[in-house]
């Protein structure tokens, strides 16, 4: 069962650092939510989407940098029933397409709820916290 929600950040990661909205998507449910918050304690989120055809718009976004490389870290799950929450761990590296170029390193938790459709798990709302950031030559 944890392996099926650690799958969805696999999944969440992959298609990002691939730039395959399809993957990407395929972590959600179909009315999935996707928020940030940077800093990590803002009250509202910097960018806010909800369902599949905005959630596809988000590994295009990433096309704006040369190379990403998201690492998942630790996990841990509470499920219930057809309901489960999460939270994640990873570091997000972000090479620029600049010369010489930089690397901006997000240090994130991903705070989940999850739902299971169809005996199928999928991310029904994903909370982005970005601790801190630094940036790298």
């Given amino acids: 069962m944890t392996a099926d929600l650690h799958d969805l950040s696999a999944r969440y990661a992959s298609g990002a650092d691939r730039r395959d909205a399809a993957l990407f998507v395929s972590a959600f449910v179909p009315d999935g939510r996707l928020r940030r918050y940077e800093p990590a304690d803002a009250p509202e989120p910097s960018s806010d989407r909800r369902g599949h055809d905005a959630l596809a718009e988000v590994p295009g976004l990433l096309a704006r940098y040369a190379r990403t490389f ?7 799950y509470d499920v219930d029933g057809d309901h489960a929450t999460g939270e994640v761990y990873c570091l997000a590296h972000h090479l620029t397409a600049d010369d010489p170029p930089l690397l901006h390193v ?32």
């Avoid at 998201?70 to 841990?76: F, N, S």
């Avoid at 938790?109 to 029904?124: M, P, Q, T």
């Fill in 106 to 137: 997000m240090h994130i938790r991903y705070v989940d709820r999850y739902r299971c459709v169809g005996g199928r798990w999928g991310i029904e709302d994903r909370r982005v916290l970005v601790d801190w950031t630094e940036d790298r030559p």
């Fill in 70 to 76: 998201h690492l998942l870290g630790q996990a841990r």
